[in-house]
């Protein structure tokens, strides 16, 4: 079994239990996975016949996306925990509990308009993903937490039994993990048992992976993937994120300089070892900086000294976020649960002071590996 | 401080008037953040035709408020380790500042800002042409014209057909003078209130309140903006329009007859119908829901605006055709006492009540609500209460009078 360290706080006043399974590629479809979530997530809103509202105005959701070669199928339950009153409900967590049981076994209600419904909405959302280049290009890479590529017609042909079919193979699958934050109780949280960790999963991208091109983007990017030392820890990360942080800093304001372009940088951590920068311009504008590009890495610490301050002054704000908003903590614990990092409470809401040397020392050992663009293309459609 | 505790919420706060005429809420919370939140009487709706012999315009305590807390201020903000933000509603203004330290010293910063203004005109235009082309974006989006269109059939001439953000167009005619007028008339001490909290205890906070400083009153002189709307009937009851989309998209709206007339009939009770009214009916509602479904529309955006003396609910959906929307909508909306029922109503307090605990818990969201809800001179706190205690028998007599509540509907028809 796996359960993440829970994080143990009274500081959000909620608590959300994530479950998290695991289902090999082999055994469901992109269209099915993706389908199954948003069904289940309507079924929540209008027809549950329970009322989640009563149990400390418990919610659910649920969201599926590539992970460690396979998918995840998550569900979330958030609730209140009142303090002091607990005349309001006798024992709303241990209900919380049960609930989250039986929806996986009630499953979703079996109406033709509300499959209907659901393919319209997970249509809608892969719409706007295949206007975007960087969505595209990480679901070309298939990195964790990617939205997978569908097949339309697949999505438009899935039947209710299909999906019956679906969420049976995620009941029944043996991988998985929970992730906890709230108040602490007095019995541990205690679910169906899961015989492997996720982090021992194989955690990378597709290196068959070809550049992508297609007439529905409306940005284009270059996507670089990049070795990294180890993380081991919160500060680690904290580290990686103050050095690329002021990189793209730095390389938004050359390419300003030299191209009169605003770019946009975005950077995920795909492996303990692997993490990617993305740089996206106006449609169009890639072929232009395209080479200028390609040269900068691998990073150089001096190119990026005059920033890196200000990026260690953004990453101690951290803090005050993550202690104003739960939804953030929450990504964080789930990024502690990929990969397995240690942590305490302490270290959880706080970040560790870091210094210009560590942030250079973190530069230096980065290194290009692998290159994919997303561009426009008027006669190719993905 | 005077304390007041309003509710079973273990959330007393306290208050006092300063000799600037500055009004100081604390709320106390062991939260590991501490908050602040200086809140200022007016927001996107417009109340004055002329401040000081100069026209106002639409948009105006928008601009402010981004040049007031502008990248620059939330930069130095930071250095002292304090993260800002700012939003205005159609009631008011509300510029945040949350910390892990002394949450006086940031606060006492921004406070500065306002006694002595920094920006220029030169900043006013670099504004306008940094958010061109993302407020272009947004004009452009297909909810957005579908709930215009809605809006100006809804009203005949209410500023509350104004967006919270002011167009591209209404931009333009801002310049610097305007913003200063428009300060001095309500960016002073007198009208202001800082809210504040943490876990900080009173003693500490009622002598560090007195080195808060914010304009001295001063008196304006002006013409206050009057318009006539009619309450019966609506401009347009309906109207097509189209636009580059990948969709359909309908809004519907619902006007609400004028605020002081609700009032004389339900009093404080009012304010409570408004925090349950949308899941009552709309999102919460199995009925609502299911009958979507039924038709093959989804509900895309759920706003409810107040402001001055109007409030209206703006419903918009991704559907493939109009006239079964509308039917199934006009049908619903007219006999709204039939919809709900007491368990659906006591399922709804339940998880507002949930929902009150978790914002409580954090000194910026509660914060955040305790603002909400200030312009209706209400406690976020005595409101909760309020609704908790609200029976169906009232919120039934005021669902019936919503049945005759003026309706409207715009139609975008997607151009390929």
Same mark, same amino acid.
């Given at each position: 079994m796996e359960t993440i360290k829970p994080l143990y706080t009274e500081?959000?006043?909620q608590r959300a239990i994530i479950r998290r399974i695991f289902v090999e590629r082999i055994q469901i479809t992109n269209e099915k996975i993706m389908l199954l979530s948003e069904v289940m997530n309507y079924a929540q809103q209008a027809t549950l016949k329970k009322p989640l509202e009563s149990y400390a105005g418990a919610r659910v959701s649920f969201s599926s996306y590539y992970y460690g070669g396979g998918f995840i199928f998550e569900g979330k339950l958030t609730q209140s925990e009142p303090e002091g009153l607990s005349y309001f409900l006798s024992d709303p967590y241990k209900k919380a509990e049960e609930i989250f049981d039986e929806i996986y076994l009630t499953g979703f209600p079996m109406n033709e308009k509300v499959l209907a419904i659901c393919k319209d909405r997970l249509l809608q959302k892969y719409n706007k993903l295949q206007a975007d280049s960087f969505a595209s290009v990480l679901s070309e890479l298939q990195v964790n937490y990617s939205f997978p590529e569908l097949n339309v017609n697949l999505v438009r042909s899935m039947t209710l039994d299909d999906l019956a079919v679906g969420l049976k193979i995620v009941r029944s699958s043996l991988k998985g993990q929970y992730v906890f +934050?709230? @108040?602490?109780?007095?019995? #541990?949280?205690?679910?169906?048992?899961?015989?492997?960790?996720?982090?021992?999963?194989?955690?990378?991208?597709?290196?068959?992976?070809?550049?992508?091109?297609?007439?529905?983007?409306?940005?284009?990017?270059a996507t670089y993937i990049l070795s990294i030392n180890e993380v081991k820890g919160l500060k680690d990360v904290s580290m990686l994120f103050v050095a690329f942080n002021a990189f793209s800093q730095a390389l938004k304001e050359k390419i300003k300089k030299n191209y009169n372009l605003d770019v946009e940088l975005k950077v995920f951590i795909i492996s303990p070892i692997k993490a990617g920068i993305t740089i996206m311009v106006e449609k169009g504008r890639l072929l232009m900086v395209e080479k200028y590009l390609d040269n900068?890495?691998?990073?150089?610490?001096?190119?990026?000294?005059?920033? +890196?301050? @200000?990026?260690?002054?953004? #990453?101690?704000?951290?803090?005050?976020?993550?202690?104003?908003?739960?939804?953030?903590?929450i990504m964080r614990m789930k990024l502690i649960a990929d990969f397995a990092l240690p942590y305490s409470e302490e270290e959880f809401f706080n970040v560790e002071e870091i210094t210009k040397e560590e942030v250079k020392k973190t530069v230096s050992t980065v290194k290009k590996i692998f290159a994919i663009k997303g561009s426009f293309d008027k006669g190719e459609t993905k | 401080m005077i304390k007041t505790d309003l509710s079973k919420l273990s959330a007393p706060f306290y208050e006092q008037k300063l000799d600037n005429g500055l009004n100081i809420v604390f709320i106390p919370r062991k939260s590991l953040v501490s908050s602040s939140l200086i809140y200022i009487p007016n927001g996107s709706f417009i109340h004055d035709e002329t401040i000081n012999s100069g026209k106002v315009f639409a948009g105006t305590s928008y601009l402010l408020k981004e040049m007031l807390m502008n990248s620059q201020c939330q930069e130095s903000l930071s250095q002292q380790l304090a993260l800002a933000d700012s939003f205005i509603d159609y009631s008011y203004t509300a510029f945040s500042i949350s910390c892990k330290g002394d949450i006086f010293a940031p606060t006492k910063s921004f406070l500065s800002r306002i006694l002595s203004p920094k920006f220029t005109e030169n900043d006013l235009d670099e504004f306008k042409k940094k958010n061109m082309a993302s407020m272009q974006k947004n004009e452009s989006s297909p909810i957005y014209q579908t709930k215009q269109g809605c809006l100006s059939n809804?009203?005949?001439?209410?500023?509350?057909?104004n967006d919270r953000i002011p167009s591209l167009s209404q931009l333009q005619l801002i310049h610097n003078s305007s913003l200063s007028r428009f300060?001095?008339?309500?960016?002073?001490?007198?009208?202001?209130?800082?809210?504040?909290?943490?876990?900080?205890?009173?003693?500490?906070?009622?002598?560090?309140?007195?080195?808060l400083k914010a304009p001295s009153r001063l008196t304006c002189a002006g013409k206050q903006l009057s318009y006539h709307e009619n309450y019966e009937k609506a401009k347009e009851n309906y109207t097509a329009i189209k636009g580059k989309s990948d969709s359909n998209y309908l809004s519907f709206g619902i006007k609400f007859q004028k605020r002081e007339k609700l009032y004389e009939t339900y009093g404080q009770l009012l304010f409570s119908f408004y925090e349950v009214l949308i899941p009552a009916l709309i999102t919460k509602n199995e009925i609502f829901l299911s009958g979507l479904s039924q038709i093959g529309a989804d509900l895309v955006d759920c706003d409810f605006r107040q402001g001055g003396e109007d409030a209206c609910i703006l419903l918009t959906f991704r559907t493939l055709e109009?006239?079964?929307?509308?039917?199934?909508?006009?049908?619903?909306?007219?006999?709204?006492?039939?919809?709900?029922?007491?368990?659906?109503?006591?399922?709804?307090?339940?998880?507002?009540?949930?929902?009150?605990?978790?914002?409580?818990?954090?000194?910026?969201s509660a914060l955040t609500q305790f603002a909400r809800v200030y312009p209706d001179s209400l406690a976020f706190t005595g409101l909760v209460g309020n609704v908790m205690r609200l029976s169906y028998t009232n919120l039934k007599s005021f669902l019936s009078e919503m049945d005759g509540f003026v309706k409207s509907a715009c139609f975008l028809r997607k151009e390929l």
């Open positions: 500081n959000y006043a +934050i709230g @108040k602490k109780r007095k019995k #541990e949280i205690i679910h169906q048992e899961y015989e492997k960790t996720l982090s021992s999963l194989p955690f990378d991208f597709d290196v068959a992976s070809k550049d992508v091109f297609s007439s529905s983007f409306q940005n284009e990017c900068l890495f691998s990073l150089s610490p001096s190119a990026i000294d005059d920033y +890196i301050s @200000k990026s260690i002054q953004d #990453e101690k704000l951290l803090s005050v976020r993550l202690a104003s908003d739960f939804d953030m903590a | 809804l009203y005949f001439s209410s500023p509350i057909s300060m001095e008339k309500y960016y002073q001490a007198p009208s202001m209130t800082v809210f504040l909290s943490g876990n900080m205890s009173v003693s500490e906070v009622s002598q560090k309140i007195n080195e109009s006239t079964k929307l509308v039917s199934f909508l006009t049908d619903y909306f007219t006999v709204c006492e039939k919809k709900t029922n007491a368990a659906e109503l006591k399922k709804i307090q339940e998880q507002y009540y949930a929902s009150a605990i978790s914002s409580l818990a954090l000194a910026p």
